[in-house]
């Protein structure tokens, strides 16, 4: 196994980080990673504000939830779906693109660019020895997010990632199995198996929760995915995505 494929396998968020700030040179070469990623059509359809002000730190965090680690980490990076420098490209090339970059398509394009150069960001991270955590907390209050950094109409921030030197590094969360992830040919539909291998990674999972908290939580994922879905959150979405003028058509 070479040492990239380790790196990937070896990922686990971290939320407790020591105080010792990234240097302008490693947040350089993240972001350089963030861009070498692939992009639909060359389009580059996002954008990357890195946060160094503890106030503004400590802002984003509570936005989030009050989750302490996104005031305290080496740097903080907030992803952006960005379709406003090309609003600003069909005006500079006399090109009408409003609907074009109002269609659903295009909006998916800017969320899947952003999330392929986030993840690049992350491996890069993590091969220089630091950790990273995703922070999907920031779209509780997107009104008040875009107010503190700033986004222009067609910009909308994703999520967060905080990285920095690791203080603590938890046991790493057992992944679905693969044969419940990887299909061939075709979408396998077979209930049984379906429910057998729920079954069996929920028995990994309680095993996991019970040894990490000593006995005091043993919840099956099943019952954790149900139990979050169950309660409706961040129902704004819809209408706070088409008042940026983006996911119209």
């Known amino acids: 196994m070479n040492e990239m494929i380790s790196t990937i396998l070896n990922h686990r968020s971290i939320r407790d980080f020591k105080d010792k700030q990234l240097s302008d040179e490693q947040i350089k070469t993240i972001v350089s990673c963030a861009q070498a990623a692939s992009t639909s059509s060359f389009i580059q359809a996002y954008s990357i504000i890195g946060i160094k002000n503890k106030d ?96 222009p109409e067609r910009v909308i921030p994703l999520f967060g990632m905080t990285v920095g030197y690791p203080e603590k590094i938890n046991d790493q969360k057992p992944r679905l199995p693969f044969e419940h992830i990887y299909h061939e040919e075709e979408y396998e539909q077979d209930k049984d198996t379906y429910v057998r291998q729920l079954q069996e990674y929920n028995q990994v999972i309680s095993s996991y929760y019970d040894e990490r908290t000593g006995g005091k939580r043993k919840d099956r994922w099943s019952e954790q995915m149900a139990n979050m879905l169950e309660k409706q959150t961040r129902m704004y979405m819809k209408e706070f995505v088409q008042k940026n003028k983006m996911n119209l058509r």
Not at 62 to 80: K, M
Not at 118 to 134: H, K, R, V
């Open 56 to 151: 503004k730190k400590q802002k984003l965090a509570e936005l989030a939830g009050n989750q302490e680690y996104v005031a305290q980490n080496g740097h903080l990076f907030v992803f952006c779906a960005d379709l406003s420098r090309h609003e600003f490209i069909g005006e500079m090339e006399g090109k009408d693109v409003k609907a074009s970059i109002e269609s659903t398509e295009k909006f998916m394009v800017a969320l899947i660019d952003a999330s392929l150069a986030a993840q690049n960001a992350a491996i890069a991270a993590e091969s220089l020895g630091l950790g990273i955590c995703y922070i999907g907390g920031i779209r509780n209050n997107l009104q008040a997010v875009q107010e503190l950094l700033k986004t």
